[in-house]
């Protein structure tokens, strides 16, 4: 399996740049996978393909303004990307430019009020020691900005604080929103609880890991790096127990419920879960615990499309994503979405 198996061209200016007006009135195309069908429809329209029974499963996980604008004490500006947070000595964090960043540097951020030295680098990445009395969280949400991704070639805006999140993120540990989730309003949510379908949350801390880049040509021989999950031991007993379709919003909700599946295989009781994932799903996978999966569209070359791939096929998805380039759906992160069942 090649890499090149999995790009495709993409007209520029189909690059969501900004949200949808109101959440729910993103497009949504719906590809039925035992015809290979795609419907042209509007988000809320999703209460449609909703069954009593099914049990929709939505990443809680909420991100943090973990990009940072400042300059070295030498005067260079610099941007950095903090990639952890949560009590700890130092934390690790991708700089911008890295280069001069040597161990003992000094970067100063929001005019001065929040300083920070390169502690250590390791395989080439850095770890910042920061003097915020232990509380790195609270020193980013007074000078951090959102970390839209690199495609999106604005700067982030106020509203972003509120639409690259969300509206039930509620557990903070990411760098990037899990963005199928970003269509829903709670009104929606509370119309697919009134059809009778159960929603439940888990929660998977997105990683940078999941915009590194697949460089290898044999698909194979990618390594994900491990991104940190929980799921309640009252969700654990409801997918044991289920009635209905498992719905994963977002292919990160999907690989903790196939990540689940091979814990609970091993024996695990159905108490709180909580653990690492790098389960890396491509094409040959066969899938343990989703039914169906709601998502954007992705990049070309990446892990995420690779899982497209593998839930609903190759062939099938590379139609769907042709379909939706000519009817101009808006692709990524702020972009529209895909619900394959």
């Known amino acids: 399996m090649r890499l090149s198996d ?15 007006e109101k959440r729910d009135e993103s497009r949504l195309l719906v590809l039925h996978k035992d015809t290979g069908k795609a419907e042209h429809r509007i988000f809320r329209d999703i209460l449609e393909y909703i069954k009593p029974g099914d049990l929709l499963v939505l990443n809680d996980t909420k991100v943090l303004p973990a990009r940072l604008i400042g300059r070295k004490e030498t005067g260079g500006k610099i941007e950095a990307l903090v990639l952890s947070t949560g009590q700890r000595e130092e934390y690790e964090a ?26 250590r680098i390791e395989n080439g990445r850095r770890f910042l020691k ?24 604005r700067h982030p805006s106020d509203s972003d604080a509120e639409r690259y999140q969300t509206v039930y993120a509620s557990k ?12 829903f309003t709670k009104e929606l949510l509370e119309g697919i609880s009134g059809l009778g379908a159960d929603i439940e949350y888990i929660t998977l801390h ?23 999950f929980e799921i309640d031991g ?13 719905i994963a919003v977002g292919t990160t909700s999907c690989r903790v419920l196939e990540s689940f599946y091979a814990h609970v295989g091993a024996g695990l009781k159905p108490a709180t879960t909580k653990g690492w994932t790098d ?27 690779m899982l497209v791939a593998a839930f609903c096929g190759r062939d099938m998805m590379f139609r769907a994503y042709e379909e939706a380039i000519k009817e101009k759906y808006r692709f990524y992160s702020y972009g529209d979405a895909m619900l394959i069942l």
Do not use: W
């Not at 903070?172 to 269509?183: D, E, I, W």
């Not at 039914?291 to 569209?297: H, K, S, Y």
């Open 234 to 246: 009252m969700v654990v007993e409801k997918l044991k127990n289920k009635n209905g379709r498992i």
């Open 94 to 119: 991708l700089l911008k430019p890295s280069r001069g960043c040597k161990i003992g540097s000094r970067i100063i951020f929001g005019g001065g009020k929040l300083k920070a030295e390169v502690a």
């Open 206 to 228: 997105v990683g940078h890991g999941t915009f590194k880049p697949v460089k290898s040509e044999n698909v194979k021989e990618h390594k994900m790096e491990k991104e940190y």
């Open 172 to 183: 903070s540990g990411a760098v990037a929103a899990p963005t199928a989730g970003l269509h």
């Open 279 to 305: 389960l890396f799903i491509y094409p040959g996978y066969r899938f343990k615990t989703v039914d169906c999966l709601l998502t954007n569209f992705h990049l070309p070359k990446t892990t995420l499309l």
């Open 6 to 20: 999995f790009d495709y061209s993409l007209p520029k200016e189909l690059i969501a740049q900004y949200p949808s």
């Open 130 to 153: 920061f003097d915020c009395n232990g509380n790195l969280s609270k020193a980013l949400e007074e000078f951090g900005e959102m970390p839209l991704p690199p495609y999106i070639k």
